[in-house]
């Protein structure tokens, strides 16, 4: 992830097709979006403007799911053009972070770690809060929202709730990325990259156009890292990578009214990960499990014995079909997804034998929504929908239990002398977890002069079902006590085979009510003012099962009535209490603007928002010594705060400046756990703050081979975070350094780029596992060079 490349971040609405616009966003602020609009004009550019870090220039594009342009629509947005992803080297949505007001992805764990928070909701497990589409696929597992990105043509980012067009996992906003069209560019590319740590990035692509309506593109892709993180146990680094892809893209336009498009790709990773530290000693803050009286991992560093990894192979094909006839557009969009991962944790964290856990996955997907849009006369536009998914996951998920792990987190909650039979054992747990939804849904717009009126309404319906079975075959000898006869060994033969069913049905009505008003000589400025519904599914705890069998082992080894006269306090959990979470939802009200100034040199967007949520999803670690996590709901939690993106092209020729910030205000209202009361605390994870500042200065040569040389320099800021449901613990604000310089030619480009150039120290994760405290430091001080041809 380059600093460098933070220049320019963003995603977007709706899924494309190619067709001639012309257009330009910045940074969402009030310039024409690549949406095209019959009425709308677009604003003087140049080249310097479209080259520009945060500007979309010339593209070619229809939006399935809007009837008039980003800067038009009653959100504010943040999109980066086919130049700005090369030039800026942008290679995974984490790139995207933290540019955008409001937006944040920490780099942390694994590639299977896609945390997103936006305004102060956000999801470190299970259902992500944004959604992600690529070239109209979306993407219903966001475990596999991180991957290589490659000859990207556009990227967009919505904030916001995007639930009555899109429906669940959409309330935080929605990223689109789409690839670049074979009929809009032929020939071959290459891209050679090579930076600190042994990195290394390679692809190769070839575009073409086999006759005026029909194209195809094939590529393929490589990168490896030796990795950022010394595992201090045996001295190797732990969080190497290995990442392939390959994608093969057909456009074929049959007809002026009938165009199809088709992406299939196939993508494999093999990486370490997980590489979290221990707190130094003197600033842990939970339980201290000893070892001979001392506590000689306790160094803040990574210092873990048994094998952590995440591999994933996962297979997507999406296929959109778009018909014209006459006034109307109808619209198909299908697809096809597989992911089989497998997480392999030394879940302790610890140089020690306490427990390891595997987590493996086989999901297969099928999407389909229809979409139809059309106008009314001259003042009515409409767009309506029907959508359906099914999704099946299996997953296998056993704990082992080690020597240290049955000594420190099960024999000594016994207060009798005991001995386990063997080393280790297994916790097994095996599931099924079927998922179908479906949803109908509208959106009209009326313009009556400068107002634009929107009202729209979707039936969202899901349901969802969970086939458990949690087994375990052990044994323990333990010394009951036999009053004056002194105690007496008993050997007890464990075997226990739960098995269930689970299965629930959302059902959610997911209205949006909004007013535009333009301004300007060509209405290329406005207000709005918006108030939407936002909702986020529900789902069940996979990973609290190995508690809950633990527990019953208790209850086989010592009966209840004993663990009581033995006065045992273990935490007990039933299936009923932890195996599901429910739906979070919450109302968004927002009011905004998007601005045009001196002749659209100087362009702004801003907004302040409010939102109300109920049952906010939270991820927590159980008290004391039980090793799962689990998803649970917050009761009720608020978030406000503004945002502030402005672009300017200086009279400077060639400079050009940018920024933003966003202030998020995100606290619980109503929310307890245990004998806790949380009300009035920041929610976890979330930032206060980000913040953004960035110039580039263009400088041309006139030469043949030469062109242009570009600098950049920015900074990015973010915090504080808060990261206990007590706000007993923060990461501070911190700001991180970044510069690249980059030697354009006609067919080549050449950057070279450095990040965390103060080398800032700082942390992007922390938790508590069995008393436990770990953070994850973030990146230090990289540098690299990346080298693009086209022929």
């Known amino acids: 992830m380059k600093s460098w490349k933070s220049m320019s971040r963003g995603f977007g609405a709706a899924a494309l097709i190619c ?33 520009s870090t945060v500007t979309l220039g010339e593209v070619g594009v229809t939006a399935i799911k809007s009837t008039t342009g980003l800067n038009r629509l009653p959100l504010v947005a943040t999109v980066v053009g086919e130049r700005e992803v090369e030039r800026l080297n942008i290679t995974t949505i984490k790139d995207m972070s933290e540019v955008a007001p409001n937006f944040y992805i920490p780099d942390y764990g694994s590639r299977m770690t896609s945390s997103v928070y936006i305004r102060g909701i956000g999801a470190r497990i299970d259902q992500p809060v944004v959604g992600l589409n690529v070239d109209n696929v979306p993407y219903l597992n966001k475990d596999n929202f991180d991957f290589d990105l490659s000859d990207v043509e556009r990227i967009e980012l919505l904030r916001g709730p995007q639930s009555t067009l899109y429906g669940r996992n959409t309330m935080g906003g929605l990223i689109n990325i789409y690839t670049l069209s074979p009929l809009k560019v032929q020939g071959l590319r290459t891209v050679l990259e090579y930076g600190s740590r042994n990195s290394l990035r390679a692809g190769v692509s070839y575009y073409g156009r086999i006759n005026s309506g029909l194209g195809m593109a094939v590529s393929g892709n490589y990168s490896h890292t030796d990795g950022f993180y010394r595992n201090q146990y045996n001295g190797q680094k732990c969080d190497g990578e290995n990442q392939g892809s390959l994608r093969w893209k057909t456009v074929w336009h049959l007809s002026p009214e009938l165009r199809v498009e088709n992406t299939a790709s196939f993508q494999i990773l093999r990486q370490g990960g997980y590489p979290y530290a221990s707190y130094a000693i003197g600033e842990t803050t939970g339980k201290i499990f000893e070892q001979d009286g001392v506590a000689p991992y306790l160094t803040g560093s990574v210092n873990y014995n048994d094998t952590c990894f995440y591999r994933r192979t996962a297979i997507a094909d999406g296929l959109t079909v778009e018909w014209r006839p006459g006034r109307v557009t109808l619209s198909s969009i299908t697809s096809v997804q597989y992911l089989a991962d497998n997480m392999t944790l030394d879940q302790d964290f610890l140089p020690l034998d306490f427990f390891t856990l595997t987590q493996r996955r086989h999901e297969w997907a099928v999407t389909q929504d229809f979409v139809a849009k059309g106008t009314v006369g001259s003042h009515y536009s409409w767009l309506a929908g029907l959508f359906g998914f099914h999704r099946h996951t299996s997953m296998w998920a056993p704990v082992t239990f080690k020597a240290d792990g049955i000594r420190g987190l099960i024999t000594s909650n016994i207060p009798l002398q005991s001995e386990w039979h063997g080393d280790s054992f297994v916790l097994h747990s095996d599931f099924s977890n079927p998922v179908d939804g479906g949803a109908i849904y509208h959106q009209g717009s009326w313009q009556q002069g400068r107002w634009t009126f929107t009202l729209g309404l979707r039936l969202d319906v899901e349901h969802t079902a969970l086939t458990y079975n949690s087994r375990c075959a052990t044994g323990v000898t333990v010394n009951v006590p036999m009053g004056p006869l002194g105690t007496r060994p008993v050997s007890r033969d464990v ?55 633990k527990d019953r082992l208790y209850g086989e080894i010592i009966p209840a009535q004993m663990q009581e006269m033995l006065g045992m306090t273990a935490e007990s959990y039933t299936v009923e209490e932890v195996a599901s979470y429910r739906p979070e939802q919450s109302w ?40 799962g996590r689990r998803m649970t709901n917050a009761g009720r939690t608020r978030s406000y705060g503004g945002e502030l993106s402005l672009r300017w092209r200086t009279p400077v020729d060639g400079l050009s400046l940018s920024g933003s910030y966003g202030y998020t205000n995100a606290c619980f209202r109503s929310y307890r756990s245990g004998n806790e009361d949380f009300r009035g605390k920041q929610i976890p994870y979330a930032p206060r703050n980000t913040l953004f500042v960035g110039a580039d200065y263009r400088i041309g040569t006139g030469g043949k081979v030469l062109n242009n040389v570009i600098f950049d320099v920015n900074c990015r800021g973010i915090g504080r975070i808060m990261w206990d449901d007590q706000n007993a613990v923060e990461q501070p604000f911190y700001a991180l350094l970044g510069a690249s310089v980059t030697f354009e030619g006609p067919r080549y480009s050449l950057s070279l780029w450095g990040e965390n150039l103060t080398c800032t120290q700082y942390d992007t994760f922390y938790f508590v596992s069995i008393g436990n405290s770990f953070v994850q430091r973030g990146k230090p001080c990289s540098l690299g060079a990346t080298l693009r041809m086209k022929f």
């Open 19 to 51: 067709v001639a616009a012309r257009s330009a966003t910045v940074m969402g602020a009030g310039v024409p979006s690549a949406h095209p609009v019959a009425s709308a004009e677009p604003l003087a550019s140049s080249a310097e403007w479209a080259d």
């Open 588 to 627: 968004n009200y927002e009011a905004g603007a998007h601005l045009s100034l001196l002749g659209g040199n100087l362009t702004a967007e801003g907004a302040l928002f409010f939102i109300q949520c109920r049952d906010q999803q939270l991820t927590v670690f159980p008290e004391g010594s039980d090793t």
């Open 495 to 549: 075997s226990i085979d739960d098995h269930g069913h689970l299965s629930k049905t959302y059902v959610k009505f997911l209205p949006k009510i909004a007013a535009t008003y333009s301004f300007g000589s060509r209405g290329e400025s406005n207000v709005y003012a918006s108030i939407s519904r936002g909702y986020k599914s529900g789902g069940y705890n996979t990973q609290m099962f190995s508690d809950i069998l």
